[in-house]
């Protein structure tokens, strides 16, 4: 598909949060830590902070960090955790600002499923695995299919809870794209508690967010889930 130019410049606010001091990151918080750190005038820590406190982490679990194995893991954990967390470092509404008006009288739901996410919740930092189902009914515009992936794993590479990361993509597309309504379900198992705690093996959290005629309507919202379902 040929990308056609921007035809409507949308300017949604930056999010925002009150809380411009919690370094603890909490639910609430949708800014990175590197706006904190900006506004505390504190330098972010940097690649050796972080190895360092790795090698915290090795020792009090009970090994050397300094043996052969271990030698090179610190900065391994760091770059991983780089890309892992690199939703800190994107706006994902921004994916949703260019999008395509001539839709040829199309006014169906789009679907798009089983988009894989990875994130980690923000109680334990361990994976939440698992797939999101994300769909719209356009009002005059559509936006690129890989665009509605991309805003998944913008929203998914943070610490967070699995409810909120389910209504931050459907707000964002509501927001930005502002079609007849978005419909988003996310189904994800929690290492938190398949690997460990009370150790429910194979269950998966199921979390929804329907916004507008998805939400208000029965027939599309049935539609809509049905499709998800895939029945
Ligand atoms: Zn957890």
Not at 40 to 47: D, L, N, R, S
Not at 150 to 156: D, L
Not at 216 to 231: K, Q
Request: hydrophobic share 40%.
């Amino acid at each position: 598909m040929v990308e056609l130019p921007i035809k409507k410049t949308v300017h949604a606010a930056p999010p925002r949060t009150e809380r411009f001091y919690d370094l603890t990151g909490g639910s609430g918080c949708r800014r990175g830590l590197a706006d904190h750190f900006g506004d505390m005038g504190i330098a972010k820590p940097t690649q050796a902070d972080a190895e360092a406190a790795v090698r915290v982490l090795i020792e009090w679990a009970g090994d050397d960090p300094s043996r052969e194995g271990l030698i090179d893991t610190p900065g391994r954990v760091a770059r991983s955790y780089r890309e892992l967390f690199a939703g800190y470092a994107v706006d994902p509404r921004e994916y949703l600002k260019r999008t395509f008006e001539e839709v040829g009288g199309y006014d169906e739901l789009v679907v798009l499923k089983d988009i894989r996410v990875v994130s980690f919740c923000e109680h334990h930092m361990l994976p939440v695995i698992g797939r999101a189902h994300v769909g719209y009914l356009p009002a005059n515009r559509v936006v690129g299919i890989s665009k509605l992936a991309r805003v998944v794993h913008g929203f998914a590479r943070r610490l967070q809870i699995q409810e909120k990361l389910t209504a931050d993509i459907a707000e964002a597309i509501q927001n930005i794209l502002e079609p007849q309504g978005v419909g988003v379900v996310i189904e994800a198992e929690h290492s938190c508690m398949t690997l460990r705690g009370v150790n429910t093996l194979g269950s998966t959290l199921t979390t929804s967010r329907l916004l507008g005629v998805i939400r208000d309507d029965p027939r599309t919202r049935e539609e809509f889930l049905g499709l998800v379902r895939g029945t």
